[in-house]
Each structure stands twice: as C-alpha cells, then as structure tokens.
C-alpha cells in the first residue's frame, strides 16, 4: 500500500491522516467475529491485558469503555492479516526503514455508552524516560459516525511537547487520562468519520477523542502500533500523573509478573 505524497505530507503537518479503506470487507467481518469472541470471555483479563478504561475497573460495576491489549496474543489469526501489512507499509512511509510492530489494541464502546474516551496523547501513558516516535492505525469494525464515536484531532498538536494530564474525574484509581483543560482545546478538533475497514492514523503526541456511543450496536475498534525503536531520553520528564495512579488494572499486571516468576 502506498500513500500519495499529499498524503504523508497531510500527515506530518497535521499529525493524522484518513485512509478510506486499508482492509477489505471480508477481513473486516473476521475481525468482527474474533473481536466478539475475545470480548466475551475477557480475554486477557488475569494477565492485565485487559481493562476498563474510563472506571474504577474492580469488577463490582458495569464496563464502560472495555479494551484489550495484545488481542493477537489471544487470537493468533490476528497476525496474518492484509490490514497488518498494509499498516506496516504506510509505517515505514510515515516513520523511516526501520519502524516496526509495536503492539495491538481493541477497544469495544458498548452500545448506548455514555463514557468518551477523553482528549489525550497516547504519550501520556507511557515511560516518562523514554523517547518514542509512534503512530497508531485505527480501523472500524462498523461505519464510524460522531453518533457512535468516530476519531477526532487536534491537528498540528504533534508538533508540541506532552501537555499536562490527570486521571479522568481527577480519580487515581481509574486508568484513563485527560489532557488538562481540554474544552480550550477541543474548539480545534477535526472529526473523522468513516466506512467500516477504513483508517485514521495518528501520531502518538496527536491530541485525540472519541465521544460516547449513542447507537444501538457496539462501536468496535482495532488499533495497530508502529514505532521506531526506543531510546532512553536526553533530559527527563515528570509524568506525575502517571506516578500517582494506583489502578486495580496495576495490581492484576503486578499479580501476573509475580506468578510468572515462582
Ligand atoms: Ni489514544
């Protein structure tokens, strides 16, 4: 697969870019299926790869914006797909030679949902000390629209540093993060909506959002990561926001390494 040169132009102006098709129907409905399936059972769950991301997450309430990480390591179909080479091609177009695989994602927003995943730069999740060059490819597994929660950006904003963030409803124990101050920010935003196996790639300082889901079927999404390989930075960052979570999601992480290594 590959990009016009407007298009990777588009892309390292604005920080993402919209792909009307990067896989093909049938593909999208064996996702689909293998998506349900993995949902269903939780997949992942004991080993911290799975998580809800805008709650306390402890079991007691209901999911609502379910994910899982590493779903290829649960669905091994998920390996040889045309969408993941089609993603590392346009990798490789975007970041250099030497991008690669750097891990999946599926995120399943319940119909009728009322939780938005808030503005954020992925950035924010990760270790503080290392320098990263990523973009993430996500693909609909359905229509996206802003009814149900298609993408949304902040073009340019890849061009800035990792803005301040906090833990959603400034609670420590749930895992999503929310860029301080988003309503100055969200005046700027771009919507994406788009036709089931299309794309939209950003990069991983790229503001972005996706609001509730108010259709009656569930907003599917599978996201593809890509990176240069990373390096330990020059000058060190305070992601306090990250040091002052205390996250059930953790715990299960922290339960599966230990039981791993007895
Ligand atoms: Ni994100």
Not at 84 to 101: H, T, V
Not at 222 to 251: H, S
Request: net charge negative.
């Amino acid at each position: 697969m590959i990009l016009a040169p407007d298009q990777i132009e588009f892309f390292h102006t604005n920080g993402f870019l919209m792909l009307r098709e990067i896989t093909t129907a049938q593909e999208v409905e064996m996702l689909q299926s293998v998506y349900d399936r993995l949902f269903e059972v939780k997949a992942g769950r004991d080993a911290g790869d799975h998580l809800d991301l805008t709650s306390v997450d402890d079991g007691t309430q209901p999911e609502t914006l379910p994910q899982i990480l590493n779903p290829s390591k649960y669905a091994p179909e998920l390996v040889n797909t045309a969408f993941r080479a089609n993603a590392l091609a346009i990798a490789k177009q975007l970041l250099g030679p030497d991008a690669e695989f750097r891990g999946d994602h599926a995120i399943r927003k319940p119909p009728q949902s009322g939780a938005a995943t808030p503005w954020h730069q992925d950035e924010a999740y990760w270790d503080p000390a290392m320098e990263q060059n990523e973009i993430s490819i996500w693909v609909p597994l359905q229509e996206a629209t802003l009814q149900n929660g298609c993408m949304q950006f902040v073009p340019g904003t890849h061009r800035q540093e990792v803005l301040p963030h906090h833990s959603i409803g400034n609670d420590p124990r749930v895992i999503g993060l929310e860029v301080d101050n988003p309503e100055a920010l969200a005046v700027y935003s771009v919507a994406c909506p788009l036709p089931p196996g299309g794309a939209t790639i950003h990069h991983s300082r790229t503001l972005h959002f996706t609001g509730p889901n108010r259709s009656n079927t569930p907003r599917r999404a599978y996201i593809l990561m890509f990176g240069t390989p990373p390096k330990p930075r020059a000058t060190p960052r305070n992601f306090y926001w990250l040091a002052q979570q205390k996250t059930q999601w953790q715990e299960r992480r922290a339960a599966a390494i230990a039981k791993a290594d007895n």
